[in-house]
Every structure is written in structure tokens, then in C-alpha cells.
């Protein structure tokens, strides 16, 4: 198979300008004729809805939410970068394009950075004239404040809600087109298989949650806009409903996925707290602005912070990196906090915490400064762990984030089926392997709100007018398939818990495809993961039937495909063998202990190919060309 | 510690309720309450029982799923917590817990604790947005906005539509909810154009959706887990007279 990214001629700054005026248009009076189906309400599914909506076309959005207003995005919390410039401090297009190629570890495609770069401008144009009320400076205009290890403030805030107030933006534009009746919502409604015709993207299957009836959804074309696949790890700062299915079963159907085993680890997570825990809580990268992360010299110490004086507090990130400090890139950050718990100088009750630590900031600042910065923040902070930040160090440990991975798409979004369409976290395109804070919003509404919106109509102006119904001979055998996994996982009433699988497998990854991986470890992990797999076949207990708002059924499909995906991205993982960005293989490091990248042999998007139940996957590779910047070694000293 | 759950059961919309009630042992303080209720679910499976079924996804208080009625109050005893947030270090050793759905007849109940909350996605859909389409609009520092003015439109932003001030209400009105996005976008020059249609339109859906009146108790602002304060109500009652004053507006 060969892997066209559809990458436009001429220079970098104007691709997409040109690309916007080469490709083809949908005749305005055609485009009510056009049906398009949308998998996912959050940013990346709520702002391509609404914009296509407003184009004309007809939208049929889903979600497995009761509201679309419920997505994952809601719970974003530090910012969304965007090119302005507005604080006169050296940023630009080509700024923000460098930072989150070098970010990425070289790992992503030029063009598509840069586009998305460009479109960044727009976003926040776009928010405002909505109503989202992003935080001001007293003569009114906006705020900005630098995040994740960017020198320069292009952050735009909601306070820590960002992520809710650009969503609620897109909802109420999403909502507007419902009202106009161009887009019909399918709440409580979960994908569960895509349906090909002649090779082409025609249509979904879906499981009605609250009934559990299949039905058959016809449409020209199909976008996924449904999130990442963390929660393979079981915890995770993710919802505890982001899940990889409609990628996955899009994946069986014929698309790839490209690079799965790059996943990010947030450094600044509340810890977890025992085994009863469900997810693990972020805490904005933006403390980092502020706190200090530290852990104590010695091995053991139990003392309490308090009682521990300056000189015997290793400030590890100020003392490794001297020029960015706390403000390291979230993979350095995570790797480092980690070694420190390796060492045996984790702190807490179970030695796996590092301190992140207010003191310095409030003593300078005031405390109410840093109230106003981080109120809620350490509201949430104290009401899960009963304890006061103003007072006591916060205790973080890092955890799993986001998937820089997903399905692999060309230029225009499209898959390699034709007619379906990745958007958002869904997709592998603009993060390499490693995105920076504040960029997956950014992504998120540059793909739905100003990159689909015109890539969509040169597919749709180049595929016949007329509708395919949904009693179509392909539309039955997705629906049959689907029905049989289903009766396969009803009929199982074996002992064992869906979560205990699934708290099994997160085990396996994140102890071997998490923050350190090996040769070894990632072979021993492939094999546990297969018995797992075995297991969970024979001896699960979904109870309930189908026929009823089951959330067990529910849990169980979501699982079953996690227990695909592990092992595709423990052969990924495999397979990379060099360390780039948050995929960290211990036999290739520097001897500083940093990542050590080989460009020469794997400078390239590992996009895989399913082939057949417990087959081996094909790999293709698409060869990554830097033409405007040079590849460096990563350095934050 | 040792707990007693009441729990309401009810299998889907059409059929009848009851209580059901639950002994778990061995909850730990540092647990959230609906990690307690991961760890009963478990037992009832294992058990080949149907878990107790209950909206949930962020578990971090900001999707607004969850939406669990604790011992007679919206989101449990806590104030300015929703029932994700709460931790087992709120009860003690020995206490008996209540929990049941929202109950108001616009939120009708889908199985157990899960409802219907629809009918807050449609007062949106009535003209809770401001009319502009993708592209086409002015660079984001041509509208100057009083830090002062959108930090109180932010205040009105961070509802997560849970439904608890339905729920805490007697009268079971959504006022608040409503209130809390008149009030963003009336708040701002953005929303200035449509400001009276839209205050019209979103009462009338609330309305037309079978909420109750508001009779001032402030149960609901009470009980919101982010602290929508009652002064949206008092400005959406400003809003709505002045629009209805001089109805150019609706057809
Ligand atoms: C705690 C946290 C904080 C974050 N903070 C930031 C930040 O400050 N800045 C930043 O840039 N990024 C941040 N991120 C990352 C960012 O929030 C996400 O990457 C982004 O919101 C993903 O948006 P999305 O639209 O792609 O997917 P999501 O918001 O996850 O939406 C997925 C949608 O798909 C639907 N769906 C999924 N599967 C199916 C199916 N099978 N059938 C039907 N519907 C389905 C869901 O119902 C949902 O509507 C944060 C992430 C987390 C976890
Ligand atoms: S689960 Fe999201 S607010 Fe409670």
C-alpha cells in the first residue's frame, strides 16, 4: 500500500492557501444534498458539525453522552495556543510551527504543523465572536500566559476551564444548527461499526444506549471525531468513557493506525491513592509556572516538607535544566519526576509523588495573586486529597494524558478509506511524539472549525450525488457483526469482572508501554496481553441483555477492543527502536539519559494495517521530509 | 468503614421504583463516592446482579454527568462539590446513605439513577449561542470587553448544566440553569443583537418543557456544585420584562 499524505507542491507558508483554491467546491444549492456523519461532539466533532452545517450540508452527529455538551474536551483546563503575537514578545506562525515540530521530537509532518499553526489565528477569532468569555486585561483586550515549556505567552485561558468554555462555544454553534435543522443529534448513541461500499466510506452502525437497538446510519461521508484511546491504561486523566472503539472497528474495517505506542504522561497528576482508584486527576501544566518540583535529597526521607530546609531539597528540573527549569516539556518532566521515585525519593505514602511547591511563589506574589491564578485549581486539589496547597506542598506523579497516535490520515484529513475523515485526538497528524500544553484544543477546532471544512467538499464534489440506503447488503452484514459480538459477550457469564480485565491490561501497559520501555519488557507484555485477551473471551460476566440501558455491555465492547489496540502498540513500540518524545526505550538514550532519536532509520510514520483476527498487523511507513527546519537533539539545558 | 446504601432501582422509564438497599464493608476515606459505588457494582456483578446504574464520565466535577441525590440533597452534603468530587471522608463509620435520581417530571428517569436531561440541550437549542458562522468574524482584540464585565460572564459560563438546581428546587424550575446563559451572553457585546429574542425564546422552551416556577427559595444556587449565584435569576427576570416590554421581538 502506498501512503499518499497528499502533501501540497511549493513552499511551506503557502500550501494551504494554495491547496484551499486548488481543490474542489460542492456547488452551494448541491451541498443540501450532501449527507455527512459525525462521530463525536467534542471540540473537534462539535466545531465540524457546526461548520458544515452552516456550509449547507447535512449533519447527523453522535455521541455516547446523554448531551453533546459532555464531551472529554470539557475538562481541558490550561489553554489554547494561538500565533497572535498580542504580547509583542517574538511570537509568530512560524514560531509556533517550530516549537511544535521540535516539541513533536521531529516526529510530525511539516505542512500539516504549519497549517495548523496558521489556522491558530482564527480559533481564537472565532471563540470570541461566540462568546467564550477567555480571561482579559484590565484595558479589556485579551490575556495570554506562556505554557509548557513555550518561551513566549500565546495561551489563551478560561481560567483553568478552558477546555469547558471552548466547548460550550462550539456546543452553542452546534446547537444553533440543530435549531436550523441542519443537524440532527443522536445523543446516547454509540458507533460500533463503519460500513464500506465499493471500498468508499457510506455509513455507520450504532448501538441506541438506552434501547440497545443496531441501527444503520447512511450518509457521503463519515468523520471521526471521537477522542484518544488512554484509557487502555485503565487510569488515566481521561473521562472514564474515552474510549478507542469507533477508531478501532474503523481500523478492522481497512484504516490504519499510525504510531499508537506514542502517548503522553502528564508530570502533574494527583497520585493514585489505592486500588480502588477509577482515573487520576490532572493538575494544569500551568502550575508549573508557578510551583516548584522538588523531592529530598536523601533516600527515605520522611520528613514532613515543612520540616525540610532548602538545602537538602533537590529542585531536580532547575538543577538538570537550567535554561527552562520547572517549564520542561511534559515527557522530560515525567521521566525525570520518576527516576526520582526509582531513586527512592518519592514522597508520600507510597514513595510515588514528587512535591510541587507553592512557598516561593506565595511569599513573592502574595497569596492572593496566586489565588487568582490557581483558586480553582487547589480547590480541586484539596477536595480530593483532603489536603491545602496554600499550606503543604501538592504531591503530583505523572500519568496518562493523551495519544499523540490515532488514525492515520493524509493532508486532508481523509484516512485511506476513502470518505472517512479523522479529526481531533483521533487522529495521529500534528503532535509527532510529543504535543505541547495548549495544542490539542488548538488542533481540535483548527480541524473541525477551518481545515474540514473545505477538505471535505473536493471528496464530496468528486463522489456521485445520489444516496445509498441503509438497507443496503453492506449495512446488514455491519449490523450482523455487530450483533454477533454483542450475543458472543452476553452468552460469555464467566467470573470475572469487565473492570478487572481491564484494570489488568492498564497494569501491563503502563508497566511496560508507559514511561520506560524495553525490548523485553514489551515482549513479555505482548504475551500477557494475548492470555488476557484469551481470558476475557471465556470467562468475562457481562450481565444484563441487550435490550436495556446497559452499562456493563457498554464497558465490555470499550474493553474489548483496548485489548486489541495493547498489542498493536506494544509491536509499535517494538518497533520504534529509538527514543523520541514520549516513547522512551531505555536501550536508546544519551548518556545524559536523554532521549536519543535515530533519524536516519526512523524518521517515519509507523502506519499499520490490520490483516485478520490475531494476525500480525502489516507495517507501512511514510518517509518524514524536514525541508525549513533542521533536526536537532532536543535540548532544554 | 461500614455503610448502608438506599438505593432507588428502577429498571426503565415505564416501570416502578422502590428503594433497594445495600451493605458495603471496607470503604476507604480517600475513596470518592462513586468509587464506592465502582466497588458495589463490582460485588453485584460478581454476584450476577445488574449494577446500579448512574451517569458519570470526568469524575473531576466539569462535565456535569453525575447527578446523584444524597441523603435528601442534590450532589450529597457537601457544598460547591458534585457527587464525583465527594469523598468517603464526608461520611463516617456506621451511616446510612440515600441515594436516588433527580426527580422532576422534565427529567424523566431511564433506569436507576440515569435521566433524561434533554430538555436542557433544547432551551440551548432555542437561543442559548450568538448567530455567527465559522470565518468572517473580527480579530478577537476588536472587541474590547471590561475585565470586570467578562469576568462576571464568566462566573455565568461555568454552569455544567447537572440539572441540581431542578433537582433542589420544590418547584423543580430550571431557572438558574436558564438564567446562567441569558445572563453570559447579555453580559457581553457579543450577545447584544439577539439579547431580547433570546431571552424570550430560551423561557419559552423552558416553559414549553414542563419546568416549575421559581419562587425565590435559592435552593438551587445553594445547591449548585459551582456556585451559580442567585443574581442571574434577578437578571433574567430584568432581561425577560424589558424584552417583553417592547416585543419587536417574536413573531
Ligand atoms: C484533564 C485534561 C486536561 C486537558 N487540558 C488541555 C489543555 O489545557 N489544552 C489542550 O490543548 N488540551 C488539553 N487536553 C487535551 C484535550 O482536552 C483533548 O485532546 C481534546 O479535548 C480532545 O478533543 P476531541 O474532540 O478530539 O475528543 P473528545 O472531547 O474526547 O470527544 C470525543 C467525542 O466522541 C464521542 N464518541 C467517542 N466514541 C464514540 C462512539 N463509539 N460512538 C459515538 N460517539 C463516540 C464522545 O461522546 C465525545 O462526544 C486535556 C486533556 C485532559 C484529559
Ligand atoms: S462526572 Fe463529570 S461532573 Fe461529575
Same mark, same amino acid.
Given at each position: 500500500m502506498l501512503l499518499n499524505s497528499k502533501i501540497p507542491e511549493g513552499p511551506l507558508t503557502d500550501k494551504w492557501t494554495k491547496h484551499k483554491f486548488n481543490i474542489k467546491l460542492v456547488n452551494p444549492a448541491n451541498k443540501r444534498k450532501y449527507d455527512i456523519i459525525v462521530v463525536g461532539t467534542g471540540l473537534a466533532g462539535a466545531s465540524a458539525s457546526a461548520s458544515l452545517a452552516e456550509l449547507g450540508y447535512n449533519v447527523k452527529a453522535f455521541c455516547f453522552h446523554d448531551s453533546p455538551r459532555r464531551a472529554h474536551s470539557i475538562a481541558a483546563q490550561g489553554g489554547i495556543n494561538a500565533a497572535k503575537n498580542y504580547q509583542n514578545d517574538g511570537d509568530s506562525v512560524f514560531r509556533l510551527f517550530y516549537d511544535t515540530i521540535k516539541g513533536g521530537d521531529y516526529r510530525s509532518r511539516e505542512a500539516n504543523v504549519y497549517r495548523l499553526a496558521q489556522v491558530s489565528v482564527n480559533i481564537i477569532d472565532q471563540c470570541v465572536a461566540q462568546g467564550v468569555p477567555f480571561a482579559r486585561e484590565y484595558g479589556g483586550l485579551l490575556a495570554n500566559r506562556s505554557f509548557g515549556g513555550a518561551q513566549v505567552s500565546r495561551t489563551f485561558y478560561a481560567r483553568g476551564q478552558t477546555g469547558q468554555q471552548l466547548l460550550l462555544g462550539a456546543y452553542s454553534a452546534l446547537s444553533r444548527q440543530v435549531a436550523n435543522g441542519k443537524v440532527q443529534i443522536f445523543p446516547r448513541t454509540e458507533m460500533l461499526d463503519l460500513v464500506k461500499i465499493d471500498g468508499k466510506a457510506r455509513g455507520i452502525v450504532t448501538r441506541n444506549l438506552i434501547t440497545g437497538k443496531i441501527e444503520s446510519h447512511s450518509a457521503h461521508a463519515v468523520i471521526l471525531a471521537t477522542g484518544g484511546y488512554g484509557n487502555v491504561f485503565f487510569l488515566s486523566t481521561n473521562a472514564m468513557g474515552s474510549n478507542t472503539t469507533a477508531a478501532w472497528r474503523a481500523h478492522k474495517r481497512g484504516a490504519l493506525f499510525a504510531n499508537p505506542c506514542f502517548t503522553q504522561i502528564h508530570p502533574t497528576c494527583i497520585p493514585v491513592s489505592g486500588d480502588h482508584q477509577s482515573k487520576l486527576t490532572l493538575m494544569s501544566e500551568s502550575l508549573r509556572n508557578d510551583g516548584r518540583v522538588w523531592v529530598p535529597k536523601a533516600k527515605g526521607d520522611k520528613r514532613k516538607a515543612k520540616d525540610i530546609p532548602d538545602n537538602e531539597r533537590d529542585y531536580f528540573l532547575e538543577r538538570k535544566y537550567p535554561s527552562f527549569g520547572n517549564l520542561v516539556p511534559r515527557d522530560v518532566a515525567s521521566r525525570n519526576a520518576k527516576e526520582a521515585c526509582d531513586e527512592g525519593r518519592g514522597v508520600g505514602p507510597t514513595g510515588l509523588a514528587v512535591y510541587l511547591d507553592f512557598r516561593d511563589a506565595i511569599q513573592r506574589d502574595g497569596k492572593n495573586t496566586i489565588e487568582a491564578k490557581y483558586g480553582n485549581l487547589f480547590e480541586m486539589y484539596e477536595k480530593i486529597t483532603g489536603q491545602n496547597p496554600y499550606e503543604m506542598p501538592m504531591m503530583i506523579y505523572p500519568a496518562i494524558h493523551y495519544t499523540m497516535g490515532g488514525l492515520w490520515v493524509d493532508y486532508n484529513l481523509m484516512t485511506n478509506i476513502p470518505g472517512l475523515y479523522a479529526t481531533g485526538e483521533c487522529n495521529f497528524s500534528d503532535h509527532g511524539a510529543n504535543r505541547l500544553g495548549a495544542s490539542a484544543l488548538m488542533q481540535g477546532l483548527a480541524d473541525g472549525y477551518f481545515v474540514i471544512s473545505y477538505t471535505i467538499?473536493?471528496?464530496?464534489?468528486?463522489? #456521485?450525488? &445520489? +444516496?445509498?440506503?441503509?438497507?443496503? #447488503?453492506? $449495512? =446488514? &452484514?455491519a449490523e450482523a457483526n455487530v450483533a454477533g459480538i454483542i450475543t458472543k459477550l452476553l452468552i460469555i457469564k464467566g467470573t470475572r469482572t469487565v473492570d478487572s480485565f481491564h484494570k489488568e491490561l492498564g497494569k501491563v501497559m503502563w508497566d511496560y508501554c508507559g514511561m520506560a520501555r524495553n525490548a523485553k519488557g514489551l515482549k513479555f507484555a505482548k504475551e500477557k496481553i494475548r492470555e488476557i485477551r484469551a481470558e476475557f473471551w471465556n470467562n468475562v460476566n457481562v450481565v444484563g441483555e441487550n435490550e436495556e440501558l446497559n452499562q456493563t455491555l457498554e464497558k465490555a465492547l470499550r474493553v474489548s477492543d483496548f485489548l486489541e489496540l495493547g498489542e498493536l502498540m506494544i509491536?509499535?513500540?517494538?518497533? +520504534?527502536? %529509538? *527514543?523520541?518524545?514520549?516513547? $522512551? +526505550? %531505555? %536501550?536508546?538514550?544519551? %548518556? &545524559?539519559?536523554?532521549? =536519543?532519536?535515530?533519524? @536516519?532509520? $526512523? *524518521? !517515519?510514520?509507523?502506519?499499520? @494495517? !490490520?490483516?485478520?483476527?490475531?494476525? #500480525? &498487523?502489516?507495517?507501512?511507513k511514510e518517509a518524514l521530509e524536514f525541508e525549513n527546519v533542521k533536526l536537532t537533539q532536543r535540548s532544554y539545558k | 468503614m461500614n455503610l448502608t446504601l438506599d438505593i432507588w432501582r428502577q429498571k426503565n422509564t415505564d416501570t416502578k421504583g422502590a428503594f433497594k438497599t445495600y451493605a458495603i464493608s471496607n470503604i476507604s476515606e480517600d475513596m470518592s463516592f462513586l468509587e464506592m459505588l465502582d466497588v458495589l457494582n463490582e460485588q453485584l456483578v460478581e454476584k450476577g446482579e445488574d449494577p446500579v446504574h448512574f451517569d458519570h464520565d470526568c469524575r473531576e466535577g466539569i462535565c456535569g454527568s453525575c447527578n446523584l441525590f444524597i441523603n435528601g440533597r442534590a450532589h450529597g452534603p457537601n457544598i460547591k462539590t458534585a457527587a464525583c468530587q465527594l469523598h468517603m471522608r464526608s461520611f463516617s463509620d456506621g451511616d446510612n446513605i440515600t441515594i436516588e435520581p433527580w426527580r422532576a417530571s422534565a427529567f424523566p428517569v431511564i433506569k436507576d439513577l440515569v435521566v433524561n436531561r434533554g430538555a436542557f440541550d433544547r432551551i440551548i437549542q432555542a437561543g442559548g449561542y450568538v448567530s455567527v458562522n465559522t470565518g468572517g468574524v473580527p480579530d478577537a482584540n476588536e472587541i474590547p470587553i471590561s475585565k470586570v464585565k467578562a469576568d462576571q460572564a464568566f462566573d455565568s459560563a461555568t454552569c455544567i448544566a447537572c440539572g441540581a438546581c431542578v433537582a433542589a428546587c420544590k418547584n423543580a424550575s430550571a431557572m438558574l440553569f436558564v438564567s446562567a446563559k441569558v445572563s453570559q451572553l447579555a453580559l457581553l457585546p457579543q450577545g447584544q443583537v439577539e439579547r431580547k429574542t433570546r431571552v424570550e425564546r430560551m423561557v419559552a422552551q423552558m416553559d414549553a418543557e414542563g419546568f416549575g416556577a421559581c419562587t425565590n427559595t435559592g435552593a438551587c444556587s445553594i445547591e449548585c456544585p459551582v456556585g451559580i449565584s442567585q443574581d442571574n435569576i434577578a437578571r433574567m427576570n430584568r432581561e425577560y420584562y424589558s424584552a417583553k416590554a417592547k416585543s419587536d421581538n417574536l413573531e
Open positions: 467538499g473536493d471528496y464530496l464534489a468528486s463522489i #456521485p450525488i &445520489e +444516496r445509498i440506503n441503509n438497507d443496503h #447488503p453492506a $449495512f =446488514k &452484514e509491536d509499535d513500540a517494538l518497533n +520504534r527502536e %529509538e *527514543s523520541c518524545g514520549g516513547h $522512551f +526505550r %531505555e %536501550e536508546y538514550q544519551t %548518556e &545524559e539519559g536523554e532521549a =536519543k532519536r535515530d533519524d @536516519e532509520n $526512523f *524518521s !517515519y510514520v509507523a502506519a499499520w @494495517e !490490520y490483516t485478520g483476527d490475531n494476525q #500480525p &498487523e502489516a507495517l507501512h | -
